[in-house]
């Protein structure tokens, strides 16, 4: 065995950040409730096949993935200091919990021999290969778990030492293929369907504008067990309260809605309806990459100098979305207008001047202009 490694010799990721597996991320290999599911998951589309099969303790839940978190962040903390990683690694629970906030109570410390019994018990079958290499046998997220502890005068154990060595797919997916993934801090708050939509939006949406998928293929997706009704639902209240960290979601069935425009002028041909609903992720905010800086004349005269360089950017299609709310606000402000019709007039009108720091608030003035320049006959 390699040599073994303890948490005074690594970074905890509480200092950096949290990472994940790409591959980890995008495909449902955890089970989304705390209760035993003992019925395995399964998946399957044009290239991709998973079965994961549960031991008698159930098949490994998304909590008990905050502990492959956890070692895969140890893991890209050596391969940053340019050290050789290590397949095995020791930490103490009390590290662990802070780092995903979870309390030091001795349930908490039952909880983590719980996950690592479900996370060495369940057996996994796919046909993605990890550093070049696929299996096709089943394996276990950890082929060693191990908990040290020593007892108190009353005989209670003490939890001194965790120990685990990683299975070798998912060692040779992070130490070759070194697809990881970054977590937002706030990812341990979020309830398992809220989890599953963070990843996938953290995994497909990169530096596009959006993302958009079916429905039901994102509940294949999550690997929610509910019914599509149930599933839509919960979509619809994550709608309501925006938890993820770093995007938005929105559920689209409407062909007229502002989200069926936006995928439409994107130029997907997607048909959007009650029967096939489209999901949209959208980064919140996020600095846009290699956004153009130009330069901004003063007004030409006698007295004209040389150009002032200003750090102006210039809006581009993604810096001129306006929310739902303030549409449906234009539209009880401007009766009689066809507020779509003015937002496209707005967008042709913003588009490659400042981009401007609140949206709705400036589709709301050129509306006001444009009302007035523009008055209904009576």
């Given at each position: ?23 980890v ?12 599911r ?12 998973i ?24 893991l890209?903390s ?40 479900r ?37 209670t ?11 070798d ?36 949406c ?12 994102l ?32 559920v ?6 502002d ?42 005269g ?11 950017i ?65």
């Amino acid at each position: 065995m390699s040599q073994q490694l303890s948490l005074v010799d690594l970074d905890s990721p509480l200092h950096g950040h949290v990472k994940g597996e790409r591959s980890v991320m995008a495909f449902p290999f955890f089970a989304l409730s705390k209760g035993r599911r003992m019925q395995p998951i399964t998946y399957a589309d044009e290239y991709v096949s998973i079965e994961v099969r549960p031991s008698q303790t159930g098949v490994a839940t998304i909590y008990d993935k905050e502990i492959l978190l956890y070692i895969a962040s140890l893991l890209v903390s050596q391969m940053k200091r340019c050290e050789t990683p290590s397949q095995e690694y020791s930490f103490t629970a009390h590290d662990f919990l802070r780092v995903i906030g979870g309390n030091r109570s001795a349930r908490s410390y039952q909880r983590i021999n719980g996950a690592l019994e479900r996370l060495q018990g369940t057996q996994i079958k796919t046909n993605i290969e990890a550093g070049g290499e696929g299996e096709d046998g089943f394996f276990s997220w950890v082929s060693e778990a191990k908990m040290s502890y020593t007892k108190n005068a009353d005989g209670t154990k003490r939890l001194n030492k965790v120990k685990v060595r990683l299975c070798d797919w998912l060692y040779r997916a992070i130490i070759k293929d070194q697809k990881i993934l970054t977590y937002d801090s706030n990812y341990f708050q979020l309830s398992p369907i809220e989890r599953r939509l963070y990843e996938l939006a953290r995994v497909h949406c990169g530096q596009q504008r959006f993302f958009h998928i079916g429905l039901t293929k994102l509940q294949t997706k999550v690997g929610s067990e509910d019914r599509t009704a149930k599933f839509k639902a919960a979509l619809r209240d994550v709608q309501g309260r925006q938890p993820l960290p770093e995007y938005d979601l929105f559920v689209v069935d409407d062909p007229e809605s502002d989200g069926a425009r936006m995928i439409r002028s994107a130029g997907f041909g997607t048909l959007v309806s009650k029967r096939n609903p489209m999901v949209i992720f959208k980064p919140k905010g996020r600095a846009k990459a290699g956004r153009q800086r130009v330069d901004v004349l003063p007004p030409a005269g006698p007295e004209t100098h040389a150009p002032v360089s200003a750090a102006m950017i210039t809006a581009e299609p993604a810096d001129l979305e306006v929310s739902s709310h303030i549409l449906e606000k234009a539209g009880h402000l401007f009766p009689g207008y066809d507020k779509y019709a003015v937002l496209d007039e707005w967008r042709r009108w913003a588009l490659g001047k400042e981009a401007p720091r609140r949206p709705d608030a400036a589709f709301l003035a050129f509306f006001t202009t444009y009302a007035k320049r523009n008055p209904l006959p009576n």
